[in-house]
């Protein structure tokens, strides 16, 4: 079946540092990959999202690549802020056997970032 | 546009009690999911809904766990009796075809039960 790996956290920069959380994924097909970020007692928020192979996804100084021949989707930020400590959840959406669409999360990895 | 509604936020419960959560998809959202998210994990699927028929319920555990939807809109997901590791955050989310082919989904802000 589908899955989602990432890489395990927590990942803690200080303000302005340089971010990447790496996100590997295998699938049967030829899936959707999204970014979610999910703050303290919230649900989870689409940050970006890639749908075929070379597109680059962008959100908020957020990016990612959709990258077949390595099935990577890192997240990067060149510049982080106190604001961007959340959770964030690699995923990908995939036609299943059954004809309906299947979306599967990596881990998550917790990002903190220091004043 | 208004978003995923669910109630309540948070629920505490003794072990063997039954509860129940609720969720509004987004109008004209034909998909809506169930997500069990244990601290520390990603969203784990448990039913998936398209209109008002299941299409994935492979991860519900069907002897405690039970949900519908009625007429294609609302969703109610019940636990009966719960027990300690049913302690999580139930996440309900809808999702509408794009223009591009892909489906996005949009989340509520959750429900988190605690079974003491």
């Known amino acids: 079946g589908d899955s989602v790996t990432q890489m395990e956290g927590p990942v803690t920069l200080s303000e302005e540092a340089f971010l990447t959380i790496n996100c590997t994924y295998t699938?049967?097909?030829?899936?959707?990959l999204f970014w979610y970020v999910q703050y303290p007692g919230e649900g989870l928020q689409l940050l970006l999202k890639a749908t075929k192979a070379d597109d680059k996804g962008s959100n908020k100084g957020f990016e990612a690549t959709y990258r077949k021949e390595t099935t990577s989707f890192h997240l990067e930020k060149g510049s982080v802020q106190v604001s961007d400590s959340a959770v964030y959840f690699c995923a990908l959406s995939d036609l299943s056997s059954g004809g309906y669409q299947k979306v599967t999360f990596g881990t998550g990895t917790k990002l903190q970032v220091i004043p | 546009e208004a978003g995923v509604a669910q109630s309540p936020r948070y629920k505490i419960i003794e072990k063997r009690q039954s509860v129940a959560f609720w969720c509004n998809p987004i109008s004209g959202h034909a998909t809506l999911y169930w997500y069990q998210q244990i601290l520390g994990q990603g969203p784990k699927l448990l039913i998936q809904f398209q209109n008002n028929g299941v299409v994935d319920d492979s991860q519900l555990p069907k002897d405690r766990f039970s949900a519908e939807r009625l007429k294609g809109v609302d969703s109610t997901l019940k636990i009966q009796p719960a027990k300690l590791e049913d302690s999580a955050v139930y996440l309900c989310?809808?999702?509408?075809?794009?223009?591009?082919?892909?489906?996005?989904?949009?989340f509520g802000p959750g429900t988190r039960l605690t079974v003491t």
């Open positions: 989310a809808s999702s509408l075809r794009t223009g591009q082919g892909y489906y996005e989904q949009y």
């Open positions: 699938a049967t097909g030829y899936p959707s």
